[in-house]
């Protein structure tokens, strides 16, 4: 964790997921996994997060939330797909609103597989994604393009 | 009058873990009419009957949502086993009881917990949200899931509680319930609570009853409406009354839930002590062919799940009328004339499970 010399802040959207693994991202910022204490924080300002971490799959009414969201972050930012549906769209990817996952729309940095993801699954998803985020940084600083 | 302007609400804002999306109408700082829209989460689930079969649905329809898991399956399993005439062992009925119970705990913790958050009371929330793990502690050891269980299947329940560990839960709920009383001590007499909810969002018991209000919503404003009472599962064995509050404001409907806690863990002590052994299931054979409304109490309210088959391995219909569908009238008509200030706290006051709602 050494290279957590900032604190990600993270944003949180509800694609079409079923509340079950909204509830256990939430659960991570509360006392008993507390990822508050790393700096992380749950913020609802897209200018003020790194980390978008996406529930639930795409459909054609949230496709422009998603983006829009997306476009607003800072960049260089991180997509954290969380729980299957995300991935894949789960159980639900032959319902007729379902259009599939979260990459299908966005780049998607880590997928968290689950049905609902565990907190502990989730919080090693975006610790993974703070790897990714600061190669992303040192690659921006060299001149590189990021995305 | 000054000039009307349109504020929108949502889909994605700060207060709300899920999207729904209002348009408010505001005169100066007061809303003058709420028009909600929504559709963000809807995936069209019930359709999915026709490519899986009935046994099968069991997990989808748990899936409705993952706050109300549990007790969507029970709603479910109970409407094909009506159908089909199944006698479920009465200990499947207990468990059952004892575990929509539990899930009425968690996702009353959860909602106190948004509750205070959506006052900006952040400490609370982590308080409730601190207890409720315990319940979810629970939970996890006795099926193996923390939000969705999977432990409910037609024609019984797929795990079985052993006799000592009942005992443990109910040792553990009384240390709980101490925690759950300070909890509601908060709720009940900090200043900062009754500041933001006491005459805040107030429906009257009229109005909640012709707009179709059901659950808490309903019973913080008078009616008294529990469909537990009509002794689904083992309830009809059990001792116990609907919680009723009179006031029609946000304080009354927190503190109906609140209030709830108490009982639920009462429930449960009950059905351990009256939990009778035998099986867990009874094996079902042939194919559902009929229709029946299963009606279960939800923590948000009554929930309605029309199943009709034709005698196939795949239902015909599955349509479900979930508890946030039949509050949002409720929630309009409390929005009205209210400040834009409170707006955060009066959409979570009828606890909205969008997940539930648009399915």
Same mark, same amino acid.
């Given at each position: 964790?050494?290279?957590?010399?900032?604190?990600?802040?993270?944003?949180?959207?509800?694609?079409?997921?079923?509340?079950?693994?909204?509830?256990?991202?939430?659960?991570?910022?509360?006392?008993?996994?507390?990822?508050?204490?790393?700096?992380?924080?749950?913020? +609802?300002?897209?200018?003020?997060?790194?980390?978008?971490?996406?529930?639930?799959?795409?459909?054609?009414?949230?496709?422009?939330?998603?983006?829009?969201?997306?476009?607003?972050?800072?960049?260089?930012?991180?997509?954290?797909?969380? +729980?299957?549906?995300?991935?894949?769209?789960?159980?639900?990817?032959?319902?007729?609103?379902?259009?599939?996952?979260?990459?299908?729309?966005?780049?998607?940095?880590?997928?968290?597989?689950?049905?609902?993801?565990?907190?502990?699954?989730?919080?090693?998803?975006?610790?993974?994604?703070? +790897?990714?985020?600061?190669?992303?940084?040192?690659?921006?600083?060299? +001149?590189?393009?990021?995305? | 009058?000054?000039?009307?302007?349109?504020?929108?609400? !949502?889909?994605?804002?700060?207060?709300?873990?899920?999207?729904?999306?209002?348009?408010?109408?505001?005169?100066?700082?007061?809303?003058?009419?709420?028009?909600?829209?929504?559709?963000?989460?809807?995936?069209?689930?019930?359709?999915?009957?026709?490519?899986?079969?009935?046994? =099968?649905?069991?997990?989808?329809?748990?899936?409705?949502?993952?706050?109300?898991?549990?007790?969507?399956?029970?709603?479910?399993?109970? !409407?094909?086993? &009506?159908?089909? =005439?199944?006698?479920?062992?009465?200990?499947?009925?207990?468990?059952?009881?004892?575990?929509?119970?539990?899930?009425?705990?968690?996702?009353?913790?959860?909602?106190?917990?948004?509750?205070?958050?959506?006052?900006?009371? #952040? &400490?609370?929330?982590? &308080?409730?949200?601190?207890?409720?793990?315990?319940?979810?502690?629970?939970?996890? #050891?006795?099926?193996?899931?923390?939000?969705?269980?999977?432990?409910?299947?037609?024609?019984?329940?797929?795990?079985?509680?052993?006799?000592?560990?009942?005992?443990?839960?109910?040792?553990?709920?009384?240390?709980?319930?101490?925690?759950?009383?300070?909890?509601?001590?908060?709720?009940?007499?900090?200043?900062?609570?009754?500041?933001?909810?006491?005459?805040?969002?107030?429906?009257?018991?009229?109005?909640?009853?012709?707009?179709?209000?059901?659950?808490?919503?309903?019973?913080?404003?008078?009616?008294?409406?529990?469909?537990?009472?009509?002794?689904?599962?083992?309830?009809?064995?059990? =001792?116990?009354?609907?919680?009723?509050?009179?006031?029609?404001?946000?304080?009354?409907?927190?503190?109906?839930?609140?209030?709830?806690?108490?009982?639920?863990? =009462?429930?449960?002590?009950?059905?351990?002590?009256?939990?009778?052994?035998?099986?867990?299931?009874?094996?079902?054979?042939? &194919?559902?062919? !009929?229709?029946?409304?299963?009606?279960?109490?939800?923590?948000?309210? #009554?929930?309605?799940?029309?199943?009709?088959?034709? !005698?196939?391995?795949?239902?015909?219909?599955?349509?479900?009328?979930?508890?946030?569908?039949?509050?949002?009238?409720?929630?309009?008509?409390?929005?009205?004339?209210? #400040?834009?200030?409170?707006?955060?706290?009066?959409?979570?006051?009828?606890?909205?499970?969008?997940?539930?709602?648009?399915?």
């Amino acid at each position: 964790m050494s290279y957590l010399t900032k604190s990600p802040w993270i944003i949180h959207y509800d694609a079409s997921s079923c509340n079950g693994c909204d509830i256990e991202v939430l659960a991570c910022l509360t006392p008993l996994y507390d990822v508050e204490r790393f700096g992380i924080i749950n913020t +609802g300002n897209p200018k003020h997060a790194d980390i978008f971490v996406v529930t639930g799959s795409v459909n054609e009414q949230n496709k422009e939330v998603i983006k829009n969201i997306y476009n607003q972050m800072p960049k260089p930012n991180v997509v954290v797909g969380v +729980g299957i549906c995300a991935c894949s769209g789960g159980v639900f990817r032959e319902c007729y609103n379902v259009s599939g996952g979260v990459g299908e729309l966005i780049p998607v940095d880590v997928y968290v597989p689950g049905c609902a993801a565990r907190p502990e699954q989730i919080i090693d998803g975006i610790v993974k994604a703070l +790897g990714i985020l600061d190669k992303k940084y040192k690659d921006s600083k060299k +001149g590189g393009d990021f995305k | 009058m000054s000039r009307r302007i349109v504020v929108p609400f !949502g889909p994605q804002h700060p207060v709300l873990p899920e999207p729904i999306h209002l348009d408010l109408v505001l005169e100066d700082e007061h809303v003058i009419e709420a028009i909600p829209s929504i559709g963000y989460v809807h995936r069209g689930l019930e359709k999915l009957v026709e490519k899986r079969d009935f046994k =099968d649905f069991v997990y989808i329809a748990e899936r409705i949502c993952g706050i109300c898991s549990f007790i969507h399956s029970v709603g479910y399993c109970q !409407g094909i086993e &009506n159908i089909m =005439d199944i006698e479920v062992p009465k200990r499947a009925q207990y468990l059952r009881t004892i575990w929509s119970e539990y899930s009425r705990l968690h996702s009353h913790l959860l909602w106190l917990g948004l509750f205070a958050d959506s006052m900006g009371f #952040e &400490n609370l929330f982590m &308080n409730s949200w601190r207890i409720r793990e315990k319940i979810l502690d629970a939970m996890e #050891e006795t099926t193996g899931g923390r939000v969705i269980q999977g432990s409910c299947k037609v024609g019984g329940v797929r795990r079985d509680i052993s006799d000592s560990k009942l005992k443990d839960m109910v040792k553990d709920l009384d240390i709980l319930s101490s925690d759950i009383e300070d909890l509601c001590h908060v709720f009940f007499d900090d200043d900062t609570v009754i500041h933001r909810t006491k005459g805040v969002g107030v429906i009257s018991k009229e109005a909640a009853y012709s707009l179709g209000a059901v659950g808490p919503t309903a019973r913080g404003s008078g009616v008294s409406t529990d469909i537990r009472k009509t002794g689904y599962v083992a309830y009809a064995d059990l =001792d116990f009354s609907p919680v009723v509050e009179t006031g029609g404001d946000c304080y009354a409907r927190c503190a109906v839930r609140a209030r709830e806690l108490l009982q639920s863990v =009462d429930i449960i002590k009950q059905a351990v002590d009256a939990v009778p052994s035998g099986d867990i299931d009874v094996k079902v054979k042939g &194919n559902p062919d !009929g229709e029946y409304f299963s009606r279960v109490e939800q923590p948000r309210g #009554e929930c309605l799940h029309y199943i009709k088959a034709n !005698g196939k391995k795949n239902i015909l219909r599955e349509r479900v009328r979930t508890p946030t569908t039949a509050n949002i009238p409720a929630l309009v008509k409390m929005l009205g004339g209210c #400040e834009m200030a409170d707006v955060p706290v009066i959409v979570l006051s009828i606890d909205p499970c969008i997940g539930c709602a648009e399915r």
